[in-house]
């Protein structure tokens, strides 16, 4: 059986549902996006889906800045219940890096990110369960939080819908397919997909599909692991999300009385995995680890109570950066490939700019020459033009 639209996306996690709302909203033609499961049923599911604006890599804080208005009038803008809680975010490192620490907080005043240098004291009245050392040094910004990711997704599919947008579970990309250097569609389980223009918003899927045409996206597929503990009784209001480089961990309120706590570098500390056979569950091992982590940030956790752990994945570029760029050699192929933990940071954006991109062959707003693919020594694609436009905005 063969199907028709004029533009496909593939993958149905935070970035891919957003990408389908805005192109119909954007009156782009016949939208439809195929997910091999079920919407969220990747990392975006599963994600801690922390938002904040003082990221360590200048274009990306000056990104996730225009992002926070929308997941603070979700509603009014994309629909559906409020998605976003405000908890202030508190960044901990060792006082050896003080100088790093210090240029990057300039960086982030210039923009207009509202975040500052705190002591101990003013952290403990942030949170009163958090405590800093003296060789330690701490860094708060005000106006982060995070998103209940589930919902997240629910709402931008909805929206996708309402909008006019095809939304497809169960559908598996098998293969792309090519015809004298375009996209010409796609083989999947039902049949083939013909399409005009393509995106790959695949997650930790990424590295495949290209794979079929020849092209590389160098993008891993790491396991990360997360717990969930519940606050003792006593143990005061709910806290601020920490990102914590000296334990090497994130805590985020969760639902109820429950913390969610996982590892902050999984580059460094978690393997590379298969993404259709990886061990879904948190490591025996691990969880007294990243307990006793977790109280040495906050000595009256000592007594929480363990809820478990899973394990979820996480996509990276070497870099550790995203890439968003056309597939070189491949006109009408697009990828929006290697978030990790930043799908949801960046998720509204992204979705605009890959909008603008498709349907006006620019991004005359947005600066996206730093996720390029070129930056791995991929071979320049003559006909995009959108970075070779957005670096000179």
């Keep these: 059986m063969s199907h028709t639209c004029d533009i496909l996306i593939v993958g149905g996690g935070v970035l891919g549902v957003s990408i389908a709302f805005h192109l119909a909203q954007r009156r782009a033609g ?44 979700f509603s009014d803008l994309i629909g559906g219940p409020p998605v976003f809680w405000r908890t202030g975010m508190i960044q901990m490192t060792d006082r050896r890096d003080a100088t790093e620490w210090d240029a ?31 060789d330690e040094l701490a860094l708060f910004e005000r106006e982060a939080g995070y998103v209940e990711p589930v919902l997240t997704v629910a709402s931008f599919a909805e929206a996708a819908r309402r909008a006019g947008a095809d939304l497809r579970e169960g559908v598996e990309v098998r293969a792309l397919l090519a015809d004298k250097g375009k996209i010409g569609g796609v083989e999947t389980n039902e049949g083939t997909y013909v399409c005009g223009r393509l995106v790959l918003a695949t997650g930790a899927w990424a590295e495949h599909l290209p794979k079929s045409v020849k092209l590389e996206v160098p993008v891993e597929a790491h396991r990360v692991q997360a717990a969930l503990f519940r606050r003792p009784a006593g143990s005061g209001r709910r806290g601020a999300v920490f990102a914590d480089f000296v334990q090497g961990l994130y805590v985020r309120p969760a639902q109820g009385d429950l913390l969610h706590v996982g590892e902050l570098t999984p580059l460094q500390s978690d393997e590379v995995v298969d993404p259709d056979s990886y061990d879904e569950a948190a490591a025996g091992e691990w969880l ?43 006109e009408g192929a697009f990828c929006a490939a290697g978030f990790g933990s930043e799908n949801f940071l960046l998720a509204p954006l992204v979705g605009q700019a890959m909008s603008q991109w498709i349907v006006d062959n620019s991004v005359a707003d947005v600066d996206l020459s730093p996720y390029a693919l070129a930056r791995f020594g991929a071979e320049e694609n003559p006909s995009n033009e959108a970075s070779a436009d957005a670096s000179k905005a």
Excluded: F, W
């Design 30 to 73: 016949r939208v439809v996006l195929v997910e091999k499961a079920y919407l969220g049923a990747g990392a975006s599911g599963k994600s801690p889906a922390l938002i904040y604006q003082a990221h360590r890599h200048a274009p990306t804080a000056a990104l996730a800045r225009r992002c926070l208005p929308v997941y603070e009038h």
């Design 104 to 134: 990057r907080l300039a960086r982030h005043l210039a923009l207009g990110i509202d975040v500052r240098r705190i002591d101990e004291q003013e952290m403990m009245e942030v949170d009163p369960n958090a405590r800093l050392t003296e």
């Design 288 to 330: 007294p680890s990243i307990r006793q982590r977790l109280i040495r940030r906050c000595p009256a956790m000592y007594c929480c109570y363990g809820r478990g752990g899973y394990a979820l994945l996480s996509a990276h570029a070497p870099d550790g950066l995203p890439i968003l760029d056309r597939l070189p050699g491949l």
